[in-house]
C-alpha cells in the first residue's frame, strides 16, 4: 500500500492505494473507498533512488602548512514523479533560480493535478519532460544542481 498526501486547489487529500490489478485501482481518498479504471494498465515498479546533494566532508589542513578550504559538492538533486501521469506544464527552464517547495511541474495523476516541487534551493541544470509528456512512477523530471 502506498500513501500520498496531496493539495488540489488548496484541498488536502490523504490517498491511499490499496491494489492496482491491470487498469483497475484500489484506492481510498480521505476514508472513502473508490475503484478507478485507467485508460492504459499502470505497471507496477520499484521507485528510482532519489539523488539528494551531499555535503562534502570537511578537509584537514595539511601538516607541512597552510589551509585548505573545504569544497563544496558539484552533485545534483533529481526531482522525480511519485506516481505515473501526464505533465500539464512545465514551470522552470534551464538556469533558472529555485527554491526548495518552489513547484516546477504539474503533473496529472488518476484525473487529479499535482504540483510537483523542488526539494531544495538552487539552478535548474535539466529539464527532461515537456507538457504532453507521460511519464511513470520515479521517472527524472527536472535536475537542479
Do not use: C, H, W
Given at each position: 500500500?502506498?500513501?500520498?498526501?496531496?493539495?488540489?486547489?488548496?484541498?488536502d487529500?490523504?490517498?491511499?492505494?490499496?491494489?492496482?490489478?491491470?487498469?483497475?485501482?484500489?484506492?481510498n481518498?480521505?476514508?472513502?473507498?473508490?475503484v478507478?479504471?485507467?485508460?492504459?494498465?499502470?505497471k507496477?515498479?520499484?521507485?528510482?533512488?532519489?539523488?539528494?546533494?551531499?555535503?562534502?566532508a570537511?578537509?584537514?589542513a595539511?601538516?607541512?602548512?597552510?589551509?585548505?578550504?573545504?569544497?563544496?559538492?558539484?552533485?545534483?538533486?533529481?526531482?522525480?514523479?511519485?506516481?505515473?501521469g501526464?505533465?500539464?506544464?512545465?514551470?522552470v527552464?534551464?538556469?533558472?533560480?529555485?527554491?526548495?517547495?518552489?513547484?516546477?511541474?504539474?503533473?496529472e495523476?488518476?484525473?487529479?493535478?499535482?504540483?510537483?516541487?523542488?526539494?531544495?534551493?538552487?539552478?535548474?541544470k535539466e529539464?527532461?519532460?515537456?507538457?504532453?509528456?507521460?511519464?511513470?512512477?520515479g521517472?527524472?523530471?527536472?535536475?537542479?544542481?
Amino acid at each position: 500500500m502506498k500513501n500520498y498526501k496531496l493539495k488540489i486547489n488548496g484541498t488536502d487529500y490523504n490517498v491511499d492505494i490499496n491494489e492496482v490489478e491491470g487498469q483497475e485501482i484500489k484506492l481510498n481518498v480521505n476514508g472513502t473507498d473508490y475503484v478507478v479504471t485507467v485508460d492504459q494498465e499502470v505497471k507496477q515498479q520499484k521507485p528510482k533512488p532519489v539523488a539528494r546533494p551531499v555535503a562534502a566532508a570537511p578537509q584537514v589542513a595539511p601538516a607541512a602548512g597552510g589551509v585548505q578550504k573545504a569544497n563544496a559538492p558539484v552533485a545534483g538533486a533529481k526531482v522525480t514523479t511519485p506516481l505515473p501521469g501526464t505533465i500539464l506544464d512545465v514551470f522552470v527552464n534551464v538556469g533558472d533560480a529555485v527554491k526548495a517547495g518552489q513547484t516546477v511541474v504539474l503533473l496529472e495523476a488518476m484525473k487529479m493535478e499535482n504540483n510537483i516541487e523542488a526539494d531544495t534551493d538552487g539552478t535548474v541544470k535539466e529539464v527532461k519532460v515537456r507538457k504532453g509528456d507521460s511519464v511513470l512512477e520515479g521517472d527524472v523530471l527536472v535536475v537542479i544542481g
